[in-house]
């Protein structure tokens, strides 16, 4: 009886029943109260990443390879256009080309004009305006003419613009049209010739306006003056009529203006020459064979 008390006061035993239905606490309860990442919330890409990685690593593969296409895509495209025979290549060429011979073209004649020198360097002043005719079209004649006027506009004023607008501007245009066009040089001077006077007329009547006085009917009286005073010399009385006056004046203006325009022909004629460009004009036989 000692020995059983004793045994049984040092080993408690467990009954049967006890055993089974009582479970100690699992281990993973322990971790998650003791454990630090358990008690910080999960992120939104976090949770997705546990739900479903599988398809959310294919979305992200899928939403990269069209953006390498499209890189490679784009960088093929932009090597075709900035080739020398593409067109980005040949439009920005054409832009630069009339963007500096409009600003030398405007600077030439506001200098000149400031140096009273305009008479001498009149003829070079439709240059830029055929040069960009020649080489790129119509369109960019007529766009190197009105970037210079707007150029000269602001430096000069509305005067200034107008005067190399209506002496010189049209004047180019019109020849580098014809040039461009491949016409003879029997339209060509006559075109010219005549966009000139009408020039000069423009110009007559905007100094006319300026000055409040009217050019025009002082240079018919004095040309009436002139011829009367030349036909009494020689000993004829008639006087001359108005009309005869202002056929005499329509004439000596388009001998001045055609006498002009056939010397800048041939001036540009020589000049487009040296420059290389021989095979695109349409020169005279007597002309071509002097040259």
Known sequence: MS???????????TPHHQTFSSSPTPRTLSLSSNSTISKQPLTHNAKLLLRNPITTTKVSLSNEEPQSWGVTESKGELEVDLATDGDVYRNTLRLVECSMFAAVSGLAY????SLAIENYFGCFFALPIVISSMRWGVAAGRKTMVATAMLLLTLSGPVKAATYLFMHGLVGLAMGSSWRMGANWCISISLCTFVRALGAVAYVLISSFLIRENILSLITINIHASLTYALTAIGVSTIPSMTSIYVIFGTLLLLNCGFFVFLLHILYAVFFTRLGMKSSLTLPRW????I
Do not use: H, M
């Open 3 to 13: 020995l059983s008390k004793a045994y049984s006061s040092n080993y408690q035993i």
């Open 110 to 113: 506001f200098l000149s004009n």
């Open 287 to 290: 002309l071509e064979k002097a």
